[in-house]
């Protein structure tokens, strides 16, 4: 059973150079206990994605023009201020990018830490103290009990990034939206946390929204798998799929351009190109400039997501008409 279902998200940011479709007909479902992966470049709209859904783009200049996101009966994008606030931090939470923007410099970590059960779940504050104190230890923070009162300065990167996940566990969350968690931290470091986020969903049940750059976490990790470039999902599959029989040439380009598949030595393959200007019209693929397989008819003719199988879907037009 779905626990969250998206349809069709548009979400534009009205800016004096024009209008900038960041995401442009996005649609997905994530189910209860799942763990989704969402990848691309950087500004396929990956974030602005789940922005959206938290409510946190800001209005002006972004604007969520069309869509539904319901959670669990609820529309996420329609809701009231109120339905928000009890659904935001409590059934949905989200481990951010920078922990060090997200964690506020003038307050011990103690306070930040325990303000979801304070809001939520109206706890006296020793009992929130000792609960937040158990998260840190559970997230493998060591000497807790000093810590707990310290500044998010007299952390480390990685212990930053450990605050910022039991924050988001804290309440025990339905769904957790990790927007790249572990981009600045070392190989060893990542793989603690990513280690600690499947150990958490495995003892609380919750769905993982998991966006990344990183494949080879997007192998290990997810279920399923959102390929998305110009704000728009070119290709969605099960994990096994995507990886064994990806279909769309932007998924493909993305797999060649990993560096442990290069052979030593040897140049690193890239995809060449940019990625496009999301303030022009783009009629065609948008993926079609930088395609190695495009004709005249992917620059000027619409492409859709269509599926190939009950669990794999993808959206190129020659692919979609067999040619390749």
Known sequence: M????????????HTRTG???AVDGVSFSVNRGETLG?????????????????????QPPGRIVSGSALFDGTDLLRCTPAQARAIRGKRIAM??????????????????????LLIHEKIPKAEALRRGLAMLEAVGINDAAQRIH???????????????????LITKPELLIADEPTTALDVTVQAQILELIQKMQRELGMAVIFITHDLGVVAGLCDRVQVMYAGRIVESADT??????????????????IPALQPKGSALRTIPGLPPDLA?????????????????????????LRPLSPTHAQACLRVQSGEI
Do not use: W
């Not at 969402?38 to 800001?58: D, R």
């Open 38 to 58: 969402i990848v691309g470049e950087s500004g396929s709209g990956k974030s602005v994605t789940c922005y959206s859904l938290m409510g946190l783009v800001p």
């Open 150 to 168: 310290l500044y998010p300065h007299e952390f480390s990167g990685g212990m930053r990034q450990r605050v910022m996940i039991a924050m988001a």
């Open 240 to 257: 096994r799929t995507l990886f064994h029989a990806p279909r769309h040439p932007y998924t493909r380009a993305l797999q060649r351009s």
């Open 2 to 13: 779905s626990l969250l279902t998206v349809t069709d998200l548009r979400t534009h940011f």
């Open 19 to 21: 209008i900038t479709r």
């Open 280 to 304: 022009q019209p783009i009629p065609g693929c948008p993926f079609a400039p930088r395609c190695e397989h495009a004709v005249d008819r992917c620059t000027t003719t619409p492409v859709e």
């Open 95 to 116: 481990i951010f990018q920078d922990p060090m923007t997200s964690l506020n410099p003038y307050l011990r970590i103690s306070d930040q830490l325990i303000e979801p």
